[in-house]
């Protein structure tokens, strides 16, 4: 490597606002070539904010950004992303899941989300070599929808890897993955590290654990700020994990891995807190959440909102087999703060609903739903997402009803609700581009969205007052 050999990477003073919010704030941070990174943070703390603007799908207010000695501004976005690949969810939810993990690695040599291109007996070796390197020579021809959540994330970073980038960001590529297959994919990741031929490695992680030992250094994010950068070891201290996480963490270096522990939690010997959020963490019941949701917001319109949110999300949980009253609290107080603090609407939520100490996973969920609105941290569990597509709907829904003759859910179905989607002027505070994005989230048609949205008010309908007189 000679000196004069550009950085793979370089951020001058980059700030970002969005509306009336800054999310980054004055961000340096520089990668040269050999080292690995890993971007850590908690919820909310710019990680997946600083990537898009990495990618140049968000660009910065202020600052400058050069990527593989490209300066924004002067490069061809295009022609530069043919050379950084992407893992991250928003990736995922593009994916055509009818097609073969091999299709799908294929894929990435076309950046489409599916294989409609003929691909060459090169491109065919290499897909199949690089489905070894992430152990799934077995997946090759089972649909992409059919495989494991690990099994899937392993896939797309082969597919990511398809161009032969210089720069791999995988966007928190652990979430929701359970504890082997975290293990495994970290492994994989890891070993890639160690044999990347000239890749750049970027990993964004909420959970130290996950930082592996071929990861050779650590930017750390509070609040938009990069809090710290540098060396993994000089980073990855205990002082500068108490400040990005609000936490008395304390440290232990076990084989190369960094493992966080909060003093008063009992541990056995020998066994380590994987901070892995669970759903038998304790959540507050129904009756807790609605008090607190009353605490903070008095207005009718506002508390029948989360009626509304709460009952579809009911229904969409027992259709899933998932847990309906984890689902309906989440959705019950997910506006907890939008009365008070319509400003700083989601962060609030954030802080009030930690402060009475409901569990790290219920918290993110409330959070992601204003995700590219007021919040940066994306849905990627089942109930997040759902809770995304619907909160907007909710609302056209009940508008829709009450301009019909008989003001109720009851006797609607979902081609009135698509009919005044059409006209941008009716309800026209709800974003039509949030609830087609939630669907695609989802992988389900709009209509089926708007069908499962009315039938979970119509379970709510005299609560919600939309009743009506419908009776037949």
Same mark, same amino acid.
């Given at each position: 490597?000679?000196?004069?050999?550009?950085?793979?990477?370089?951020?001058?003073?980059?700030?970002?606002?969005?509306?009336?919010?800054?999310?980054?704030?004055?961000?340096?941070?520089?990668?040269?070539?050999?080292?690995?990174?890993?971007?850590?943070?908690?919820?909310?703390?710019?990680?997946?904010?600083?990537?898009?603007?990495?990618?140049?799908?968000?660009?910065?207010?202020?600052?400058?950004?050069?990527?593989?000695?490209?300066?924004?501004?002067?490069?061809?976005?295009?022609?530069?992303?043919?050379?950084?690949?992407?893992?991250?969810?928003?990736?995922?939810?593009?994916?055509?899941?009818?097609?073969?993990?091999?299709?799908?690695?294929?894929?990435?040599?076309?950046?489409?989300?599916?294989?409609w291109d003929e691909a060459t007996a090169?491109?065919?070796?290499?897909?199949?070599?690089?489905?070894?390197?992430?152990?799934?020579?077995? /997946?090759?021809?089972?649909?992409?929808?059919? #495989?494991?959540? @690990?099994?899937?994330?392993? *896939? $797309?970073? =082969?597919?990511? &890897?398809?161009?032969?980038?210089?720069?791999?960001?995988?966007?928190?590529?652990?979430?929701?993955?359970?504890?082997?297959?975290?293990?495994?994919?970290?492994?994989?990741?890891?070993?890639?590290?160690?044999?990347?031929?000239?890749?750049?490695?970027?990993?964004?992680?909420?959970?130290?654990?996950?930082?592996?030992?071929?990861?050779?250094?650590? /930017?750390?994010?509070?609040?938009?700020?990069? #809090?710290?950068? @540098?060396?993994?070891?000089? *980073? $990855?201290? =205990?002082?500068? &994990?108490?400040?990005?996480?609000?936490?008395?963490?304390?440290?232990?270096?076990?084989?190369?891995?960094?493992?966080?522990?909060?003093?008063?939690?009992?541990?056995?010997?020998?066994?380590?807190?994987?901070g892995e959020p669970t759903m038998d963490?304790?959540?507050?019941?129904?009756?807790?959440?609605?008090?607190?949701?009353?605490?903070?917001?008095?207005?009718?319109?506002?508390?029948?909102?989360? #009626?509304?949110?709460?009952?579809?999300?009911?229904?969409?949980?027992?259709?899933?087999?998932?847990?309906?009253?984890?689902?309906?609290?989440?959705?019950?107080?997910?506006?907890?703060?939008?009365?008070?603090?319509?400003?700083?609407?989601?962060?609030?939520?954030?802080?009030?609903?930690?402060?009475?100490?409901?569990?790290?996973?219920?918290?993110?969920?409330?959070?992601?739903?204003?995700?590219?609105?007021?919040?940066?941290?994306?849905?990627?569990?089942?109930?997040?997402?759902? #809770?995304?597509?619907?909160?907007?709907?909710?609302?056209?829904?009940?508008?829709?009803?009450?301009?019909?003759?008989?003001?109720?859910?009851?006797?609607?179905?979902?081609?009135?609700?698509?009919?005044?989607?059409?006209?941008?002027?009716?309800?026209?505070?709800?974003?039509?581009?949030?609830?087609?994005?939630?669907?695609?989230?989802?992988?389900?048609?709009?209509?089926?969205?708007?069908?499962?949205?009315?039938?979970?008010?119509?379970?709510?309908?005299?609560?919600?007052?939309?009743?009506?007189?419908?009776?037949?």
């Open positions: 490597m000679t000196d004069d050999q550009p950085d793979i990477l370089d951020l001058t003073a980059v700030s970002l606002h969005r509306g009336r919010r800054q999310i980054l704030f004055d961000v340096q941070w520089r990668i040269r070539r050999g080292e690995h990174w890993a971007i850590l943070g908690a919820n909310g703390s710019g990680k997946t904010t600083l990537l898009s603007v990495v990618t140049g799908y968000l660009w910065a207010s202020r600052g400058q950004v050069t990527v593989l000695g490209g300066r924004f501004g002067r490069v061809d976005l295009r022609q530069l992303r043919r050379h950084v690949g992407l893992v991250s969810s928003a990736i995922d939810r593009m994916i055509q899941r009818r097609h073969t993990a091999r299709q799908i690695v294929l894929s990435g040599a076309f950046a489409s989300t599916g294989l090169d491109q065919r070796r290499y897909a199949d070599e690089l489905l070894t390197r992430m152990r799934c020579t077995s /997946l090759a021809d089972q649909p992409f929808g059919t #495989l494991s959540l @690990g099994e899937q994330q392993r *896939v $797309l970073i =082969a597919r990511a &890897l398809m161009p032969r980038p210089r720069l791999l960001l995988l966007d928190e590529p652990c979430a929701g993955l359970d504890l082997p297959g975290r293990e495994l994919l970290l492994r994989t990741v890891d070993d890639l590290a160690a044999d990347s031929g000239g890749c750049t490695l970027v990993l964004v992680t909420h959970h130290i654990e996950e930082i592996t030992p071929r990861f050779t250094h650590v /930017l750390v994010l509070k609040d938009g700020r990069a #809090l710290a950068a @540098g060396p993994k070891a000089d *980073v $990855l201290t =205990a002082a500068t &994990l108490r400040a990005a996480f609000d936490l008395p963490i304390e440290l232990d270096n076990r084989h190369g891995r960094y493992w966080p522990r909060v003093p008063g939690a009992q541990y056995r010997e020998g066994e380590i807190n994987t963490a304790q959540l507050p019941t129904r009756d807790e959440a609605m008090t607190l949701l009353k605490e903070f917001n008095q207005a009718d319109r506002t508390i029948t909102h989360a #009626l509304a949110v709460e009952a579809v999300m009911r229904h969409m949980a027992r259709k899933r087999g998932e847990d309906e009253d984890v689902w309906g609290t989440i959705g019950l107080i997910h506006d907890l703060d939008y009365e008070q603090f319509p400003d700083e609407h989601c962060q609030k939520t954030q802080q009030i609903l930690q402060q009475r100490g409901w569990p790290d996973w219920a918290v993110r969920a409330v959070v992601s739903h204003g995700w590219g609105i007021c919040s940066d941290v994306q849905p990627q569990t089942e109930m997040e997402k759902v #809770l995304f597509a619907v909160d907007e709907l909710t609302g056209l829904v009940a508008a829709t009803a009450l301009v019909r003759p008989s003001k109720s859910v009851m006797d609607m179905k979902a081609k009135s609700v698509k009919k005044k989607w059409k006209d941008k002027r009716f309800a026209a505070g709800v974003s039509r581009e949030i609830i087609q994005q939630g669907a695609e989230m989802l992988g389900i048609e709009l209509s089926e969205l708007i069908t499962d949205t009315i039938m979970g008010m119509r379970e709510a309908a005299d609560q919600l007052g939309l009743g009506g007189t419908a009776g037949g």
